[in-house]
């Protein structure tokens, strides 16, 4: 299914140890809205949706992945040179005490990921809008992660990582016009 090329799909780039940042990043990697949620949520949705749209689910969610593995580079890069004094000052105390410098899918309030956060109704017009829904609230997430870092090398892969999901609610908003257009077709028939 995949051809895993060794690179990431943007570089990622930090100009300085951040591990207050770092911790605001983890809502991204194992958060509500963040990027392991939406990938397993479309891989798991491609089996009730109208084979149409299948390859759309299994492409963006084969992205979000990518994405996943920016989040934890950048969590690894912000944190690589933290003393256990800044970690704890960070809020990551708890997590050093459990983990040491081990990435764990939490949210940045140290709430482990859970499969609730999974999403699935099994009526592909349902699905979509909470895909569209999905990818909105990962677009406001970045936003407010850029606005809470003067890193600018940090910056430029977040904006990637926005822009990435304004492309993926376009093409959800795409697909429920397709399956609408079905609908109203089958309608006349």
Request: aromatic residues 10%; charged residues 30%.
């Amino acid at each position: 299914m995949w051809v895993y090329e060794k690179k990431l799909q943007y570089p990622v780039r930090v100009s300085k140890c951040d591990p207050r940042m770092a911790k605001l990043l983890m809502e991204q990697y194992g958060g509500a809205d963040g990027e392991l949620a939406a990938a397993l949520r479309y891989l798991n949705q491609r089996y009730t949706i109208p084979d149409k749209i299948i390859g759309l689910l299994t492409d963006i969610a084969t992205e979000e992945f990518s994405h996943l593995e920016m989040i934890a580079t950048m969590i690894y890069k912000l944190t690589k040179d933290a003393s256990v004094d800044q970690l704890e000052e960070a809020g990551l105390g708890p997590n050093y005490a459990q983990r040491d410098s081990a990435l764990f899918y939490t949210n940045s309030s140290g709430v482990p990921f859970t499969a609730a956060y999974i999403a699935a109704k099994g009526d592909p017009i349902a699905d979509l809008y909470e895909d569209i829904a999905a990818e909105e609230k990962a677009r406001a997430t970045y936003q407010w992660l850029i606005d809470l870092t003067d890193d600018v090398d940090l910056q430029d892969s977040l904006k990637f990582l926005r822009e990435r999901e304004i492309v993926h609610s376009l093409r959800f908003r795409e697909a429920v016009e397709i399956l609408k257009d079905d609908r109203e077709t089958k309608k006349i028939f």
